[in-house]
């Protein structure tokens, strides 16, 4: 193919990381332009057709889900190859982005060679569906909407919920202030018992409460906002200087310097996984819980786990559990690890049973299993093979109602995790109840 002739727009609000892929791919031989946001894009698109467009998702003016929405809905620009390219942690992110028309899409970050192959592909028409999809593509349940999406599922699952360490220096600012903010809290508290002591003022007291209670309600929002802006800013310098750092690794640097290089990569990625940990474990406690009917979520998870099976006992769709809203990571992170870790594993299966210390739920698979050594040392912060905060954030999130884990599995025999519910924390569903 004579790419010299293909021309490719870029789309990224981030000027460091455009520059970055347009030198990538001019070097390649391709003609490119650039548009910073989704309004500039379409002018651009307007003024002449372009062979294919690389957009981010996150921009101001308009994202790449609603540029890309509108180009498939006119005719004069459906056929114009869309592949978004982004650093995505949800996977309902990738259903919305196939689902509003994209050709594909590819994360961040990325190895060169595999964005070049990719645009290759696309250009040359010659993508490969996997052959356990076929021509319907891959039916995808996702709160309560049914998408089909014809994407590779190898590219969908790769998407993987990972957990992160809060380890960065930006964050510090960001925990300086929440303890400042904390010790408003106490002066508030100690308020309270004079009003409850004294009685004396009620009404000037009751004033001065809500006041601080407004100027509480705006810091957490102003701090809330910080932490959105230093994360995303902070994931656009990254993602510079991952791409130099490849850049400098592709300059073949003497084998001294190639081994600082790749040192420095993993650990900017390293550090990159660790924002986005912030991001999740700012979310714990922040909404109230919640009642959940544990077969529904569990029957919910296993449709991003489509490679095993998942069994789940008539009685688990009996009761619902008091939880944290984030309890859906939770079981993502048990199926995940199952999948990552367990080698050989092919089935997951849920029960449950009653006792004196309440619903204990049990999560079992038929993988390697996990040593006796490390069945406290998995939900340590920082212990595991890959992040080491994945079923740290389980035990957290789940600490919230008072619902503990532990790993009773024997090693060789598959690993079981045993959640104990106390009792006040669940119940059985309302249609079981009035039926009874």
Partial sequence: MDITRKEILIVEDSKTQAKILK??????????????????????????????????IIMPEMTGFELCSILKGDPLTKEIPVILVTQLFDPGDVVQGLASGADSFIIKPYKEDYLLDHVRSILTHDTVISPDMGDKGVNINLAGDLYIINADRHQILSILLSTYEIAIRKNNELNDAKDRLAAVNEKLTEVNEVLINTNEDLSNEIIERKRVE?????????????????????????????????????????????????????????????????????????????????????????????????????????????????????????????????????????FISESEEGLKLYIADNGVGIPDNDKIKIFYRGYGKNTGLGLFLVREILSITEITINEIGKSGQGACFLLTIPQVHYRLTPERTNNN
Avoid at 33 to 41: D, P, V
Avoid at 328 to 350: C, L, M, P, Q
């Fill in 23 to 56: 030198h990538l791919l001019e070097n390649a031989g391709y003609y490119v332009r650039e548009a910073f946001n989704g309004k500039e894009a379409l002018q651009e698109i307007y003024k002449g057709h372009p062979d294919i467009i690389l957009t981010d």
């Fill in 214 to 350: 407004q100027a509480l309600s705006k810091s957490n929002k102003k701090l809330t906002l910080l932490s959105s802006i230093t994360r995303h800013d902070l994931k656009n310098t990254l993602m510079g200087l991952l791409a130099y750092n490849e850049i400098a690794l592709k300059e073949k640097p003497e084998d001294i310097f190639k081994k600082y290089l790749v040192r420095e990569g993993e650990l900017l990625s390293r550090l990159s996984t660790q924002i986005e940990f912030t991001r999740l474990y700012e979310e714990l406690g922040v909404k109230g819980a919640v009642w959940v009917n544990i077969g529904e979520m569990i029957h919910h998870i296993s449709h991003s786990f489509m490679m095993i099976t998942t069994s789940i006992s008539d009685d688990a769709m009996k009761y619902e559990i008091f939880v944290d809203p984030l309890i859906e990571k939770v079981f993502f992170n048990i199926f995940d690890n199952a999948v990552r870790h367990g080698e050989i594993v092919t089935s997951i299966n849920v």
